[in-house]
């Protein structure tokens, strides 16, 4: 435990600076808590530097309180089975089903990187809520960039995200005339 100007750091949080917590308890004026909107936790300490600490503990505080709607990660595998390599340059579109009479709501278009993966920046803002997706991967285009022809135009992966799930990955296996999918892990 460190102490500056009758404050110590904790080793539980190094970075917030407060009193024992009994002390704050005893030094708190009646009515002021942790989420009280007009009355930050430090300004009962009397200091500049107390009350921006308060200030922090309640916005971290209220925000640890709200809830967050359920969401999951993506990521996608792409391989090619013919040569052994990642399946780099595979064009993908990512879409969501709104609803039974609604159409499908494109949300991403992208091609796969030298990994055989979507850029992490690609998926790194979709966090996904729970519902059914669809994966459409150009495989005709890919196939014949490689210079071969597919049997297969394209391949769409549609598949449900439930609330409970946290990380989804799909892999794609590919060859010219077949494809193979699973949940990963």
């Not at 503990?57 to 792409?78: N, Y």
């Not at 991403?108 to 992490?120: C, E, P, Q």
């Amino acid at each position: 435990m460190r102490s500056l100007g009758g404050l110590s750091q904790t080793r539980d949080h190094p970075r917030v600076w407060g009193n024992d917590m009994a002390e704050l308890k005893r030094s708190r004026p009646p009515g002021l808590g942790v989420s009280h909107p007009k009355r930050p936790l430090g300004q009962a300490l009397g200091s500049p530097l107390a009350s921006e600490v308060g200030s922090v503990l309640c916005s971290e505080f209220q925000g640890a309180q709200r809830e967050e709607a359920p969401s999951a990660s993506l990521s996608i595998h792409a391989l090619n089975l013919l040569s052994g390599l990642p399946a780099t340059g595979l064009t993908m579109r990512f879409s969501r089903h709104e609803g039974p009479t609604q159409p499908w709501v494109e949300v991403l278009k992208s091609t796969t990187n030298t990994d055989g993966r979507l850029d992490r920046s690609s998926l790194a803002a979709q966090r996904l809520r729970a519902g059914t997706y669809k994966l459409h991967f150009d495989t005709g285009e890919y196939w014949q960039l490689q210079g071969y022809t597919s049997f297969y135009p394209y391949v769409e992966i549609v598949f449900t995200i439930t609330g409970a799930e946290r990380k989804v990955h799909i892999p794609l296996l590919l060859s010219p005339y077949s494809y193979t999918t699973y949940r990963g892990s």
